[in-house]
Structures are given as C-alpha cells and as structure tokens.
C-alpha cells in the first residue's frame, strides 16, 4: 500500500509506503479520497509484509508474517485535506468480544491518565516531548478537541476512561453491531450489541462519571468492557508503550 501526499502551498510531497495488506470492501471513502478496494477470498496463502514508512526524516522497517485470505496492492491517492488513511485488519477465529477486549487492552497498555507522573515533562521527557505543543503545555490540556483527543488514544497520548469510546465506535462502525440501548424509553433491545454506561450503570458504579461499554451477546449474556490511561510513574522507555503502540 501506498498513500501519496501531493504537494501544496503548505506541505511538501511525501510518499508513504505500508506494504501489501488484506483488502475488505469498503463502499464509503471519506470525502476528497479516491480509493480502489478489492475484495477476494479465492486465494488462500501466507503472506510475508514488509511495512515500510517514510517521511523526510526517519524510515521505520519492520516485518511480519500472516495468513491471508487474499492479498492486494493498491495506490491511494489523497487530496491536500486528507491526513489520515484508515486500514482494517480482520483477524479470524475471534469472537466480537475479544476483539473489543484487545482494542481495549491496546489503549489501556499504550495511552496514559491525565495527571499521573508519566504525563509530566519532569518524569517522563520523553512522552511530554510526542504530546505537548513547543513544549509549552500538553496538547491534551490546551485545545478541547474531542476528535483529536480520540486519536491520540490509538497512539499512545492521554486518555481517561472516556477512551472507552473508541471501543464502542469500532463495534458499531466496523463490527457493524447494533447499538441497543434506546435513551428515549430507556430500554435495550434483543440480541447481540453494544451501548454505552455511564455511572450507576457502569463498571464503577461509585463513581457518576465513569464510562463503559458494555456488550451483549446473541445469548443476552452481558460484559463489560473498560479502559483508560496508564496511572504511573515511569518513563515510556520503563513501562514500554512505545514499543506497543501501532504506528
């Protein structure tokens, strides 16, 4: 895969190549994005990826192997606006909890709490570094950007346990499952979903602003599913987020 940024007034060219990736069909392309997707299940083998990402600074090299049902080259090319490409991984013989569980366990061994001694430029230099602006402050306290703060959970910044909404948007948006619970008669409906929990309702009953998800099964089998920052005071280099966060 490779997305290719075109030159502008205020950016210059870049080039970003990701390797070859499983390709689902994906009818909805976000506005200004011309995108070819393939969608192909007649082709079952292994598949070695070399993902490759390059800036005009650093390349990053990595490798793994994967059994794909099929695999596809594909050229995205954006407009100036676009900055952000979203690619799906599908990981077979998992159920929808688990995977909710390892998008929730992701954020919860990569991201840290507001406030904890890992977030401050004394303790850990290096996170206040990735997620403060000139140094001056942490991003996350000088611009109230809900959207951005979202996707800082997905790479490593600071969340509390309003990160939970990044699973439950990923259970409706790419598992596709219902969100049951109906505000304006306070019911939930039947079969398998998820909907948000807030205080009383959630996990942490004690505390009123306590968010989580919560997941029901085609049994109407209930789960919780919770996360948040890390709370301590190491470097990222001790407690090894950077390591894990998915660049």
Known sequence: MKVSIAASRNYIAMEYKIGTLHICNDKNPVSGLDVITYSDETTDKTATVNALVENNTETLETSFDQIALSSRKIIITAGNGVRVCKVKAYVDDMTNLQKLYALANYINNTTHYPGAGCTKKDINPTFYNDFS?????????????????????????????????????????????????????????????????????????????HYSVIYKDANEHKSFVDCQGLIADTTCEQHGCRAKVIQ
Not at 174 to 193: C, Q
């Open 133 to 209: 602006v000139d140094g001056i402050g942490l991003f996350y306290y000088l611009f109230p950007m809900p959207t951005l703060n979202r996707v800082m959970d997905l790479q490593g910044g600071i969340t509390t346990c309003i990160g939970v909404t990044v699973v439950q948007r990923a259970a409706t948006e790419d598992l596709k499952l219902p969100y049951l619970y109906d505000s304006s008669t306070k019911t939930v409906a039947d079969g398998e979903g998820v909907w948000l929990a807030v205080g009383s309702a959630s996990s942490n009953p004690s505390v009123g602003s």
